[in-house]
């Protein structure tokens, strides 16, 4: 059963740092983009990050650029994403994602990050 | 950057009926759209792929259609546990893909 289950959201001030993880099983992790995506509360989802297979191109949305880090360790089938500068607009449930030829799917189960004082 | 823009942003409908959402892309995405589904407190689950092809173990009320700018997915008799949050997604300018703002469908 292919499986995402993602790690490391909590509460955190603005300015602050909080790093993700996504643990990925069932599947060739390694022969996969993979995606992050995220849904602040009660709003729609909103792509935010994703990597290619071996790590050589990675793209942002443009609200995250030059704070947001995406990256994987395909030795431990893992996704993560490194969140910096943190502001406010950031507080969502972020999703990892697994990016197939035709759809982004499966999604982990999700992980809240709330920015706030 | 493609948008999507669905529509109605809310849809009352009764157990039985059927369900007609719509999203319109801004230009011309061919057929890579899809189409997910959400509950309260859940991930999203792909229902659509490539405009009309169902993901696995979706049910056959489940269609998908159109191709170039309008796009729509149907449920031909709503069961309870279709009571969700749609969105469509573009896969034709990827990376990176958009989602649409979603169709809440709700019972009446």
């Known amino acids: 059963e292919v499986q995402l289950v993602e790690s490391g959201g909590g509460l955190v001030q603005p300015g602050g740092s909080l790093r993700l993880s996504c643990a990925a099983s069932?599947?060739?992790?390694?022969?996969?983009?993979m995606s992050w995506v995220r849904q602040a509360p009660g709003k729609g989802l909103e792509w935010v990050a994703n990597?290619?297979?071996?790590?050589?191109?990675?793209y942002y949305v443009d609200s995250v650029k030059g704070r947001f880090t995406i990256s994987r360790d395909n030795a431990k089938n893992s996704l993560y994403l490194q969140m910096n500068s943190l502001r406010a607009e950031d507080t969502a449930v972020y999703y990892c994602?697994?990016?197939?030829?035709?759809?982004?799917?499966?999604w982990g189960q999700g992980t809240m990050v709330t920015v706030s004082s | 950057e493609i948008v999507l823009t669905q529509s109605p942003a809310t849809l009352s409908l009764s157990p039985g009926e059927r369900a007609t959402l719509s999203c319109r892309a801004s230009?011309?995405?061919?057929?890579?759209l899809a189409w997910y589904q959400q509950k309260p407190g859940q991930a999203p689950r792909l229902l659509i792929y490539?405009?009309?092809n169902r993901a696995t173990g979706i049910p056959a009320r489940f269609s998908g259609s159109g191709s170039g700018t309008d796009f729509t997915l149907t449920i031909s008799s709503l069961e309870p546990e279709d009571f969700a949050v749609y969105y469509c997604?573009?896969?034709?300018?990827?990376?990176?893909?958009?989602f649409g703002q979603g169709t809440k469908l709700e019972i009446k």
């Open positions: 230009q011309s995405v061919s057929s890579y």
């Open positions: 997604q573009q896969r034709s300018n990827w990376p990176p893909s958009t």
């Open positions: 069932g599947f060739t992790f390694s022969s996969y983009w």
């Open positions: 990597i290619k297979q071996d790590g050589s191109e990675k």
């Open positions: 490539d405009a009309s």
């Open positions: 994602a697994r990016e197939g030829i035709v759809a982004t799917s499966p």
